[in-house]
């Protein structure tokens, strides 16, 4: 053997029964989180109606409500209506709604800003109005950048928008998920 070179060979066989026993137990934490939602609410109905809008932003409550009925429909099993009334109601409210600029350039002009939606959301048993989960201060932010030539605006805002609502749709779905019994 070469002087100032060694040979580890007695690691590699512990170094990689290291490296399986990590991927096997990863593994097996992601698919007993998916798995403890295949069955929620199988057999009924979950009516989400249009969540309720106080602010002055333009359909932010369409997009936030139909990003969370298409979660619902691909991680749970309850049929998702749009009615006013189910087995289950899942309702929400838009509370505020806020541009923050968060970078500047050297003229004041703002070329990021953040994006950030306070909601107030609860999920009760239809029949008796029994809360099952609840959240009256939910917010989520995004950030979105301004074109610094204003021959290439484009409005990103509404791009945002909808990956905002993306994500707190897949947070929201997921704490009920994880609420149910």
């Not at 289950?88 to 806020?98: A, I």
């Not at 029994?130 to 959240?135: D, I, Q």
Request: glycine share 6%; proline share 3%.
């Amino acid at each position: 053997m070469a002087a100032g070179k060694t040979r580890y060979t007695g690691y590699w066989p512990l170094a990689r029964i290291l490296l399986l026993s990590v991927a096997l137990s990863l593994a097996g934490c992601g698919y007993r989180l998916a798995g403890r939602g295949t069955q929620a609410g199988e057999g009924q109905t979950l009516a989400v109606p249009t969540f309720r809008n106080t602010t002055t932003e333009f359909k932010i409550e369409q997009r936030l409500t139909d990003a969370v009925r298409r979660e619902l429909i691909q991680r749970t099993r309850y049929r998702v209506t749009s009615a006013d009334a189910g087995d289950v109601v899942l309702t929400g409210e838009v509370l505020n709604v806020r541009s923050i600029p968060i970078i500047l350039t050297d003229r004041g002009r703002s070329t990021a800003y953040t994006i950030e939606v306070e909601l107030a959301v609860r999920m009760v048993e239809g029949r008796d109005d029994r809360v099952l989960f609840a959240n009256d201060r939910w917010t989520f932010r995004e950030v979105f950048e301004l074109s610094n030539d204003s021959e290439e605006f484009l409005p990103e805002d509404t791009a945002a928008v909808e990956r905002l609502a993306r994500r707190f749709a897949r947070s929201l779905v997921a704490s009920l998920v994880q609420a149910q019994p």
